[in-house]
């Protein structure tokens, strides 16, 4: 099988008018240099953006006239800021002004995303910015340690990428690929045993999954004691990986745990390497801005609101997107031990909508909520719903080991550590479902997404930082 897997792989990363492999080639090479030259890269590249969108795009054209900025004189990146950042509604509004007409319909690949609100949202992607993000993840693979031939599993819940893995010629592709997939939605305790004695069956040397199926997994291994002792390590994406999933990941498998951060609209954000100190931005391909409320950058250290803007995208570039996560800035000039040259952002804080208000102003992070279920046995899911501005509805599917009154003791937890004002309800359910895209989100507020200002000491540095130190 060794030799037709490498002719697979490498016809694999040939294929296609923009192979995959020359561009994962030229950022094997790219993330090794200075970040001066990398910024010089950069630059270029938005700079390159910026004049072809204001002479293609009509509704960037109007907003620079709008703000003055001048792509071809100004400094950039700095200019960027006088920019208003791209929203989800002006993407609803303004759909047809924001793409190039004349862009090949070959090169085009409509999406729709649904987002925290469920509106369906459009975007235009071209064939040349997908196949970049593609190869990113194929670097990423590699900084994980899936190399072409190494059997890797994923663990992934979002029905609409598993298409290609059904069937013969899923089947076919899987033993190609060396990898095992395995539909992460609705995992209950018998799907549980089976999926465990796949894996251990199928030895993958690398886990890859969404952060909250790889936690439930982790929490049914530690609680009926097995592991899957070919892993050596594990990616978790597509949601945030909260410190005390990780810890949770890393006890249950002893394998090294490395994060990914991306989105539909954008591909690859950023990755982590084996320093785990926060995530190396793709910055050959997008320009990443950790902002506060007024579109400003963030000081480093401090929580903001995530801007993408797409470096290499032409049918529908997204300039200052507003992607609606939250992550940590870093300062510009900070190596990372790894020798990469790309910058680094994070850790990611989570979704805008996952940070709830109290009703009387305290801001509580998601991590808030994961740290009141730590060390409670018998919790295996949970999810926080602010229904109002003092409402919280708690779901907990526990299991037989859960002590009795787990419900009094989460409300007694939450009015004292969180917020007195709430109005707690704790229910006590079978299952909760993962959303629309498969995604599973811990902690959502059903009231607009709540300002960044999540570095004033109760949100924060006390909760978040302190407790997960
Ligand atoms: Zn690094």
């Known amino acids: 099988m060794g030799p037709i897997r490498t002719l697979y792989h490498t016809t694999r990363l040939r294929r296609g008018a923009v192979p995959i492999g020359d561009i994962l080639h030229g950022l094997q090479r790219s993330q090794w240099l200075h970040p001066a030259e990398l910024e010089a890269v950069h630059e270029k590249r938005l700079r390159d953006l910026l004049r072809f969108a204001s002479r293609r795009i009509p509704f960037y054209r109007r907003r620079f006239q709008e703000c003055g900025l001048d792509p071809a004189h100004d400094r950039l990146p700095h200019a960027l800021v006088s920019v208003p950042p791209l929203t989800r509604d002006d993407l609803r509004s303004s759909a047809c002004e924001l793409v190039d007409i004349e862009a090949a319909p070959e090169d085009r690949i409509e999406e729709r995303t649904g987002g925290s609100t469920g509106e369906p949202t459009r975007f235009v992607l071209d064939r040349a910015d997908v196949a970049a993000s593609r190869a990113e993840m194929l670097r990423h693979f590699e900084w994980v340690g899936i190399a072409p031939g190494v059997r890797h599993a994923f663990l992934w819940g979002a029905d609409r990428d598993s298409w290609p893995y059904r069937g013969l ?61 070919s892993v050596a390590a594990i990616e978790s994406s597509a949601e945030t990986l909260t410190p005390a999933d990780r810890e949770i990941v890393h006890r249950a498998f002893a394998a090294e745990v490395f994060d990914r951060y991306g989105s539909r609209e954008v591909g690859n954000v950023a990755h982590e390497c084996s320093e785990h100190d926060g995530l190396h931005v793709s910055t050959e391909r997008l320009h990443v801005e950790i902002v506060d409320d007024a579109g400003l950058p963030v000081a480093p250290g401090e929580t903001g609101r995530v801007l993408v803007t797409t470096l290499l995208r032409r049918t529908m570039p997204l300039i200052r997107y507003e992607i609606g996560d939250l992550a940590v800035a870093r300062s510009a000039g900070d190596e990372c031990p790894c020798g990469r040259g790309l910058p680094r952002i994070g850790p990611i804080r989570g979704r805008t909508s996952d940070v709830i208000r109290g009703p009387s102003g305290r801001l509580l992070h ?89 570095d004033e000491p109760a949100a924060n540095s006390e909760e978040c930082g302190a407790r997960s130190a």
């Open 169 to 229: 010629r899923g089947a076919l592709k899987q033993r190609l690929e060396n990898f095992l997939w395995i539909n992460s939605f609705d995992l209950d305790e018998d799907a549980l045993a089976d999926v465990v004695e796949r894996l251990r069956s199928f030895r993958p040397r690398v886990l890859v999954g969404y952060a909250s199926s790889l936690v439930h997994l982790a929490r049914h291994c530690l609680r009926v004691g097995t592991w899957i002792p």
């Open 366 to 454: 998601g991590e808030f909520f994961t740290h009141l279920f730590y060390d409670i046995p018998g919790v295996r899911r949970f999810q926080v719903v602010q229904e109002d501005a003092r409402r919280l509805v708690v779901s907990v599917v526990s299991d037989a080991e859960a002590p009795a009154g787990v419900g009094a003791l989460l409300r007694r937890r939450i009015l004292q550590e969180g917020d007195p004002l709430f109005d707690v309800e704790v229910r006590a359910v079978d299952s909760i479902v993962p959303g629309p895209t498969g995604k599973f989100r811990f902690t959502f507020s059903r009231l607009s997404p709540t300002s960044v200002a999540l």
